[in-house]
């Protein structure tokens, strides 16, 4: 089982910065990928970006590319995401998930992520 705890979320002005962290805790050896969603009200959970553990392989949703850096330290299990160019569309409360294993599916599908963290609410003003 892995243990995920987000942070970094919080309220900024549109053309603002954030920086979100995930930190992944117990069997993070059996780690494919980490990965971030994110989900607004009345929403369902929407890929945002992800990196594989082995060799760095990275997907980015189109709404954030150009925008938002996700990278990882494998020292500190730690996977982060750097949010520049914020916009309004941007609020929800945005989530890291494990991917334990290869899939068919690729890094996209919510469905093949198997541990959550609690989320961390980002609000951006207009």
């Known amino acids: 089982q892995v243990q995920l705890v987000e942070s970094g979320g919080g309220l900024v002005q549109a053309g603002g910065s954030l920086r979100l962290s995930c930190v992944a805790s117990?069997?993070?050896?059996?780690?494919?990928?980490m990965g971030w969603f994110r989900q607004g009200p009345g929403k369902e959970r929407e890929f945002v970006a992800a990196?594989?553990?082995?060799?760095?392989?990275?997907d980015y949703a189109d709404s954030v590319k150009g925008r938002f850096t996700i990278s990882r330290d494998y020292a500190k299990n730690t996977v982060y995401l750097q949010m520049n160019s914020l916009k309004p569309e941007d609020t929800a409360v945005y989530y890291c998930?494990?991917?334990?294993?290869?899939?068919?599916?690729?890094?996209?599908?919510?469905?093949?992520?198997?541990?959550w963290g609690q989320g961390t609410q980002v609000t951006v003003s207009s």
């Open positions: 998930g494990i991917q334990s294993r290869p899939t068919m599916v690729g890094l996209i599908p919510a469905s093949s992520y198997n541990s």
């Open positions: 117990g069997r993070t050896f059996s780690v494919n990928a």
């Open positions: 990196i594989t553990w082995g060799d760095s392989r990275i």
